[in-house]
């Protein structure tokens, strides 16, 4: 895929969407930080009904902290692996009361350092929060980016790389978002919605469906 091409398919999702962001409820870069965490092999509407009753009952490190590990399961229990998550964040809580005076770090070492937190979570953060022009490639990323063109990669590193040096400067710190919500909705994994896609005539995706 040319440049060109790539830019007309920014400037139609931006033209769509023209501010994107996370479908994650948060007021805080330690919520999103949390709420990421919590998302892993979880949907964003689950995670959000967790959260919109943790996070009225503590939302801070010392807060999270102060419940415990049982006292946070009571709240995230509906998620996924919620046993090893609630683990990882009050480790990660106690990390940024003694070593981040209960910030949130804003560098991805530091990021990568907190227990549950992977270059994907660090990436999310730095983007979201934080306003830097990372992008955070999931299952849907690595789904869009392959299937139309736009970054093809064998895995997750090699997409992120390939998004990092070919997505056009303009676009890169909307471009996770574009892409995520575009793979969630329309570029679906089991069938891609060809006829209800704003990209379709410029996507080089082969067996693009009818109906």
Not at 9 to 22: A, V, Y
Not at 44 to 62: E, M, S, W
Not at 122 to 144: Q, Y
Not at 155 to 163: A, F, G, H, I, S
Request: charged content about 25%; overall charge positive; hydrophobic content about 40%.
């Amino acid at each position: 895929m040319n440049r060109d091409k790539r830019v007309a398919i920014f400037s139609t999702l931006r033209d769509l969407n023209p501010k994107p962001t996370t479908e994650l409820n948060y007021n805080s870069a330690f919520e999103l930080l949390v709420a990421v965490v919590l998302s892993a092999q979880a949907t964003d509407v689950g995670v959000n009904k967790a959260t919109d009753k943790l996070f009225p009952v503590a939302n801070t490190p010392q807060a999270i902290y102060d419940l415990g590990v049982d006292g946070l399961k009571h709240y995230i229990k509906t998620i996924g692996l919620f046993n090893s998550k609630a683990e990882n964040v009050i480790k990660l809580c106690r990390a940024l009361l003694d070593q981040h005076n209960g910030e949130v770090p804003r560098t991805r070492e530091q990021l990568e350092a907190l227990a549950g937190v992977g270059r994907k979570t660090a990436n999310v953060v730095l983007n979201t929060a934080f306003g830097e022009p990372t992008i955070a490639v999931d299952t849907h990323i690595f789904r869009v980016s392959n299937r139309t063109g736009i970054a093809p990669g064998k895995n997750v590193m090699e997409v992120e790389k390939r998004l990092i040096r070919l997505v056009p400067e303009e676009f890169k710190l909307d471009a996770h978002h574009w892409l995520i919500l575009h793979g969630r909705y329309v570029c679906k994994a089991r069938k891609p919605d060809c006829p209800q896609c704003v990209i379709e005539h410029l996507c080089e995706f082969k067996k693009k469906t009818t109906s």
